[in-house]
């Protein structure tokens, strides 16, 4: 077996207490996983009161605990969200960022775990916001805190918290907004006013509004296709097309030479500008990361590479994001823009033991194309995913699902005698019309 071999195939063979045994022998000898097994035991009935309780004793002194036991909150609250729970884990999270980013102000390093760590915080406290709505003024309020007065981090999304603010947190921030734009001149509040400006015409629905705000932007050429999409998505396909006329037309003039950038921020900006992608993205990060700006420039440059998704290039998105540390928005991206077959595979087997409902149409879109091939080895590998949608569906508890799955596709493909044939012989039980085949095909 080669030292890069995949070795889950075989531990999902295993017995618990095997396992168990194990991985407590594996804890004796490194006290780095034992320490972080213990933080999981700490937190793994879902108690809220011991979260807190972890969080009350988690001092930051540069050893890495203070990331662990934050990471272990972090694992408490993705459990309970994930199951369903009732308890309102909306205080918790909002404790989580506000703890996370008074640790990152005053160590002044957004960089690294820690800061991986907020960013999943504050997608978590959004969850949590959306599964038990807080007061929306008052939720409207902290975003305004951490926008206008913040250090920059964490970065908000008004899009996830939308749905917790409702209607009468989204106009509470337009009216703060509008004040500052009103009131302020170039400047630091202006900028974030103008971004929130921005993100509520998108959340609110406000067509006329964003496409002004668009329009006022310096000419480019994904600002122009972002219109144009906004335009189509609200059926105004005549202005849309209108838009796309006048946007070719300013591109066949000859570009007027750009100042050349006076920081390295700027210049991996103007590069990844020209250039959306996974490399460029990450020459910004670095840079940015150092000059103590990367928060903004993520959320912008996510931002295009999310426009970029919709015009069809996922990949590069979810290669960004995995980088980045983050798979479930990577899976999501996946899901949501339509990454290539093979990357929308790989994800689902390294999500497939955790998710499995969340991976059974991918497999089973797997199955599809490789009966579509018919030759043996595309049925012998149809009969081996087929094997493993059973497992899912099992650990999904929904093994009744896959049943008529599988009497369907074997009515389907019922004169398929080769793929029948692969199908018992990795011992599926058959629906009973299903016959004995001939000859092979």
Not at 56 to 71: H, I, L
Not at 384 to 399: D, I
Request: glycine fraction near 6%; include cysteine.
């Amino acid at each position: 077996m080669s030292p890069h071999s995949d070795l889950r195939p075989y531990l999902r063979t295993l017995d618990a207490e095997t396992l168990a045994d194990l991985l407590h022998a594996q804890a004796e000898r490194d006290p780095e996983l034992r320490h972080s097994l213990e933080l999981r035991a700490a937190t793994q009935s879902g108690d809220v009161s011991e979260a807190h309780r972890l969080l009350d004793t988690a001092v930051p002194d540069g050893n890495g605990e203070y990331t662990a036991k934050v990471g272990a909150v972090l694992d408490t609250l993705q459990r309970m969200l994930d199951a369903g729970s009732r308890a309102d884990l909306a205080p918790l999270a909002r404790r989580t960022v506000d703890d996370i980013s008074e640790v990152l102000e005053q160590s002044g390093d957004p960089a690294g775990d820690l800061g991986d760590r907020l960013d999943r915080a504050v997608e978590l406290y959004a969850r949590a916001c959306a599964a038990r709505p807080p007061d929306p003024e008052k939720l409207a309020d902290w975003i305004l805190e951490v926008e206008f007065d913040g250090p920059g981090r964490p970065a908000i999304d008004l899009a996830d918290f939308a749905t917790a603010l409702g209607e009468p947190g989204l106009r509470w921030i337009k009216s703060t907004v509008d004040d500052v734009l009103a009131a302020s001149g170039p400047g630091h509040r202006r900028d974030v006013a103008e971004g929130l400006r921005e993100q509520l015409a998108e959340v609110l629905g406000d067509v006329d509004e964003l496409v002004a705000i668009l329009s006022a932007k310096p000419p480019r050429r994904d600002v122009s296709l972002k219109i144009v999409r906004v335009l189509r998505a609200a059926g105004r396909h005549s202005e849309a097309i209108a838009h796309a006329a006048r946007a070719l037309t300013q591109d066949k003039k000859p570009p007027e030479p750009e100042p050349a950038p006076d920081d390295e921020t700027s210049r991996r900006r103007q590069e990844f500008d020209a250039e959306p992608g996974r490399e460029t993205y990450a020459a910004l990060r670095e840079a940015a990361t150092a000059d103590g700006k990367w928060p903004a420039q993520r959320r912008a440059a996510l931002t295009r590479l999310r426009e970029r998704a919709a015009e069809g290039g996922a990949d590069e998105l979810v290669h960004v994001l995995l980088d980045d540390g983050r798979p479930d928005e990577a899976w999501r991206a996946c899901v949501r823009f339509g990454a290539s077959p093979e990357l929308k595979l790989e994800l689902a087997e390294q999500r497939a033991a955790a998710h499995p409902a969340e991976t059974i149409p991918v497999f089973r879109e797997h199955v599809d194309e490789l009966i579509e091939r018919k030759d043996p080895q595309a049925y012998q590998e149809a009969a081996r995913r087929l094997k493993l949608l059973r497992t899912l569906h099992k650990r999904a508890e929904t093994p009744d699902e896959f049943t008529a799955y599988l009497a369907t596709l074997v009515e389907t493909h019922r004169r398929k005698t080769r793929l029948i044939t692969e199908i018992r012989t990795a011992r599926i039980a058959l629906p009973k019309a299903v016959t004995s085949p001939r000859t092979p095909r």
